[in-house]
């Protein structure tokens, strides 16, 4: 007897055949700053392109009947990789056809229904996880299978009649540019952070009423609104570069990187300090006895049992850190620090959405890396079962 | 309530009074501060209509996604829902990785420029603190607890309304001030996709290179988040989160 044993996947392809039926999948435009027009994906992809995704979207909603295991999730997998796979064709393809070198300016950008495509499938690919209870290595396994496709269809000019690599393309050096000052802001912030937050934190466990001062003013700073807290900088720094010119040869100015990276710090200093000082309350009493017992000197204690046990819970607030500084540091660009925020404001400002674009995925791969990295650190820290 | 666990938001209160009395008249003063400037007053908008604005930001998407986020929270923690709670579980905790500033960027594309596509914005990013903060919340109440609710006869929802949520109000408070606090943050960045906020002189003056309605920005936008951040520590036991 037919029982419906899963109903989150036909969910997802429902919503998914609802976007097609009712959204442009592409949308073209005669140049970069008018609205395009909506076309559906029956209309750009070619007959065994749109046969094969029907039919693949009847298996996807036959699966409710299916019962739960190992199988099924090998065959739903292989399915939602195919999905994957004849979506993006489609949209290479489709948006070749519709290049003419007559009109140079036109422009094909991915629509409403790629986007939501992708995203009922990457919420697919994440609850087939979470029910195969795949640790954290098979994850990371299966983030590579899916993304590895996207890369190396990127890499052949698949994507090439896209506006979004269009945007790329014509401006790929300063993309490069980006990445790194995205990434020497952020490695920059967390530097500076964890060398000024652990001692902080240490210092914070020993005198109590430091610690209540110190946590006051760091969840002040936390509560402040980024773009404020780089707005306030500018005054400031700017009177200081003016009364000593000297301080501007060092890169200290009103508005760049140095407003910009003091921000970031004071954002980082609560969690890596609060990490800290719970990692280090969590540190037995008794353990602590034993190391005094054994002759060690406090200042051995600290660096060869209590930091090293409280290392984990540090690392956490890096990984918060790091993420929370990738963020901010988009709207850093707002006061001319450079980074992929660059884009998504130069983007904004022109009514170019796919320059926007170009601003906001590298910035949401790059949270999604340093996440999962923490995850496989984390997961390699815990001790093996 | 004691009027000493009211002190440091009165104080806000009045901080927040007084700056919006008192920033109209000090044309003279910022004058004095930016002598190269020929407007250092932000005049476009009054600083009141602009708070009021980003109030209404603030609270409309905090309101709705705590509604919304609460509910789903709710949901995935009965028996019907039970079968999503991994997969809202992981979504929350991957979202919450997106940058705010990229979920409002990504709303412009469908929503166009102005209030509305922030207003979702806000509404998007804040379900997930929530969303997470509730299951967890909900999810931590011990099990015999809710044994012995139900050997006292509880319904399933008196059980809800009297046991669960009371003992998780603490947690899914704590989510919706974190969404609060991210959204009067993100708010003041929706000035550059249009919205009428308290980033409007911050962001014009960044533009302008007025650093004047910079400041004037910024000091009522971070007095604005403070009184909002010390109104919820009163819901809380009063310690800072």
Redesign the interface.
């Known amino acids: 007897m037919l029982r419906v044993r899963?109903?989150?996947l036909p969910v997802l392809t429902g919503i998914a055949m609802l976007a097609v039926w009712s959204l442009g999948f592409l949308s073209h435009a005669p140049n970069r700053i008018v609205p395009g027009q909506p076309l559906p994906l029956w209309a750009v992809a070619s007959p065994a392109q749109a046969v094969a995704l029907a039919i693949l979207a009847v298996g996807l909603l036959a699966t409710a009947f299916l019962q739960s295991g190992r199988k099924t999730g090998l065959v739903t997998g292989s399915a939602l990789f195919a999905t994957l796979l004849l979506i993006l064709a489609a949209a290479a393809t489709g948006s070749v056809a519709l290049a003419n070198p007559d009109v140079p300016a036109a422009r094909t950008s991915l629509g409403?229904a790629f986007w939501l495509i992708l995203a009922a499938l990457a919420?697919a690919f994440?609850?087939l996880?979470?029910?195969a209870g795949l640790s954290t290595r098979a994850r990371l396994l299966l983030a590579v299978v899916v993304f590895a496709p996207v890369v190396g269809m990127a890499m052949l000019g698949w994507f090439d009649a896209l506006s979004l690599a269009r945007e790329y393309r014509a401006r790929s050096d300063v993309f490069a540019a980006a990445l790194q000052r995205h990434v020497f802001l952020v490695a920059a912030t967390a530097l500076i952070a964890a060398s000024l937050g652990v001692p902080l934190g240490i210092w914070a466990t020993r005198h109590p009423r430091f610690r209540a001062r110190l946590?006051?003013v760091l969840?002040?700073v936390q509560?402040?609104?980024?773009?404020?807290?780089f707005?306030?900088m500018?005054?400031p720094l700017?009177s200081l570069a003016e009364a000593f010119p000297w301080l501007r040869t060092l890169g200290i100015a009103?508005i760049g990187t140095a407003p910009a990276l003091i921000a970031l710090v004071c954002y980082a200093l609560l969690p890596l300090v609060r990490n800290t000082v719970t990692g280090l309350d969590a540190v037995p009493a008794a353990t602590i006895d034993a190391a005094l017992g054994s002759g060690m000197r406090p200042g051995q204690i600290l660096l060869q049992v209590s930091l090293p046990l409280a290392f984990p819970v540090i690392l956490a607030g890096l990984r918060v850190v790091i993420?929370q500084t990738?963020?901010?540091a988009?709207?850093a660009a707002?006061?001319g620090a450079g980074g992929f925020?660059a884009f998504?404001?130069q983007?904004?400002?022109q009514?170019a959405?796919d320059l926007?674009l170009l601003?906001?995925i590298p910035?949401?791969l790059l949270?999604?890396a340093c996440?999962t990295a923490f995850s496989v650190l984390a997961a390699n820290g815990e001790p093996q079962r | 309530m004691t009027l000493r666990a009211l002190r440091p938001v009165l104080l806000m209160a009045a901080l927040l009074a007084g700056l919006l009395v008192l920033l109209p008249r000090s044309a003279l003063l910022f004058h004095a501060l930016f002598p190269s400037l020929d407007r250092p007053l932000y005049t476009r908008a009054s600083f009141l209509d602009l708070t009021l604005a980003h109030i209404r930001l603030v609270l409309g998407a905090t309101g709705a996604a705590a509604l919304v986020g609460v509910s789903a929270g709710i949901f995935v923690t009965r028996e019907a829902g039970r079968r999503l709670l991994p997969l809202l579980s992981a979504t929350a905790a991957i979202g919450q990785t997106f940058p705010p500033v990229a979920v409002l960027a990504l709303t412009v594309p469908v929503l166009g420029y102005g209030s509305g596509a922030t207003l979702v914005a806000l509404f998007v990013y804040a379900l997930l603190p929530i969303i997470a903060n509730t299951v967890t919340g909900l999810e931590g109440v011990e099990r015999s607890t809710l044994e012995a609710a139900d050997g006292m006869g509880f319904t399933p929802l008196r059980r809800l309304l009297q046991i669960e949520l009371p003992l998780a109000a603490p947690v899914i408070l704590a989510g919706i001030r974190t969404s609060a606090i991210i959204n009067v943050g993100t708010a003041t960045v929706g000035s550059t996709v249009g919205a009428l906020s308290l980033g409007s002189p911050i962001i014009e003056g960044l533009s302008g290179s007025n650093t004047a309605y910079v400041v004037q920005g910024a000091i009522l936008v971070a007095t604005l988040a403070l009184l909002i951040d010390r109104l919820f520590a009163l819901g809380s036991d009063g310690t800072p989160a």
């Open positions: 899963n109903w989150v409403p919420l994440v609850d996880a979470q029910q946590f006051a969840n002040i509560t402040v609104p980024s773009i404020a807290l707005g306030l500018i005054g700017s009103g993420i990738i963020g901010l988009v709207v707002l006061i925020g998504v404001f983007g904004l400002g009514n959405l926007v601003g906001v910035t949401i949270a999604l996440d």
